[in-house]
C-alpha cells in the first residue's frame, strides 16, 4: 500500500501542472451537469440560439460549414496521416491515431448515457444523434490539442510554435461555435463537449507519458 501511494505522490508531483490546468474543465463539466440534470440549462440555451439566429447569412454560414468540416473523419484521418508520413515516428501514429479512436468511443458512449436530442427547430445542416456532449467540440479539441502538444515537443523555434498553438486554438473554439452557428448543437453540448475532450486529452497525455510514448 505504501508503495502504491509513493508512486501516485510521485506522478502528482511530475505532472501537478497539468493536473491544474484540468480543475477548470472539470469544474465547468460538473456545472454544467448540475444544470443540465435540474433541466435549467435548456433556457439559457434556447436564448444563445434565438440570438444567434439574428446574424445568420449565406457567407457566414459558408464560412461556418467550411470550418466544421475539419472535424469530419476525411478531414482529420487525411491531417493525421500527412503528419505520420512528415514526422515518421511510431510514437506519433500511436499519440495521433490512439487519441482520436478513443475520444470518438468515449464521445459515443457519453451520448448514449445523457441521450440529449438536437434543437431540431433550427438546424442548417442535416446531423443525425444524440446532442451532448458535442462530438466535434470534444474530438477537435482532442484531436487538434494533440496536435499543439506535438508540435511543442518538435519544433525547436518558439515563435513558429506560437504561431501554430494561437492558430490550432483559434480552429478548436471556431469549430465549437459553428456547431452552434449551424444549429445541431445547444451551447452546452459544446462548452461541455471541450470540457470532457479536455480532460481526456490530459489523461491519454498522462499514460502515454507513462508508458514512454511521447518520447
Not at 474543465?25 to 460538473?30: E, S
Not at 464560412?63 to 511510431?90: D, G, H, N
Not at 510514437?91 to 475520444?103: A, E, Q, R, W
Not at 471541450?194 to 497525455?205: K, Q, S
Request: hydrophobic share 55%; net charge positive.
Amino acid at each position: 500500500m505504501k508503495i502504491i501511494f509513493k508512486e501516485l505522490k510521485k506522478e502528482l508531483k511530475e505532472n501537478k501542472k497539468i493536473i491544474f490546468f484540468s480543475i477548470i474543465p472539470i469544474i465547468i463539466v460538473i456545472f454544467v451537469l448540475l444544470f443540465f440534470l435540474i433541466n435549467g440549462i435548456y433556457r439559457t440555451d434556447t436564448h444563445i440560439l434565438n440570438y444567434i439566429r439574428n446574424f445568420v447569412n449565406d457567407d457566414l454560414t459558408t464560412f461556418m460549414k467550411f470550418i466544421t468540416s475539419f472535424c469530419s473523419p476525411v478531414v482529420m484521418i487525411t491531417i493525421a496521416i500527412i503528419l505520420v508520413i512528415i514526422l515518421k515516428r511510431k510514437n506519433i501514429t500511436v499519440l495521433i491515431f490512439g487519441n482520436m479512436i478513443f475520444v470518438i468511443i468515449l464521445n459515443f458512449i457519453l451520448k448514449l448515457i445523457f441521450s440529449r436530442q438536437r434543437p431540431l427547430s433550427y438546424m442548417l445542416i442535416d446531423e443525425s444523434g444524440y446532442s451532448f456532449p458535442s462530438g466535434h467540440s470534444m474530438v477537435g479539441i482532442a484531436f487538434y490539442g494533440m496536435i499543439i502538444y506535438i508540435t511543442y515537443k518538435l519544433v525547436k523555434k518558439v515563435w513558429l510554435r506560437r504561431i501554430f498553438t494561437i492558430s490550432l486554438a483559434v480552429l478548436i473554439a471556431l469549430i465549437g461555435f459553428s456547431r452552434i452557428y449551424l444549429g445541431v448543437h445547444y451551447p452546452s453540448d459544446v462548452i461541455a463537449g471541450f470540457a470532457f475532450g479536455y480532460m481526456f486529452l490530459i489523461l491519454f497525455l498522462l499514460i502515454a507519458r507513462k508508458h514512454h510514448i511521447t518520447e
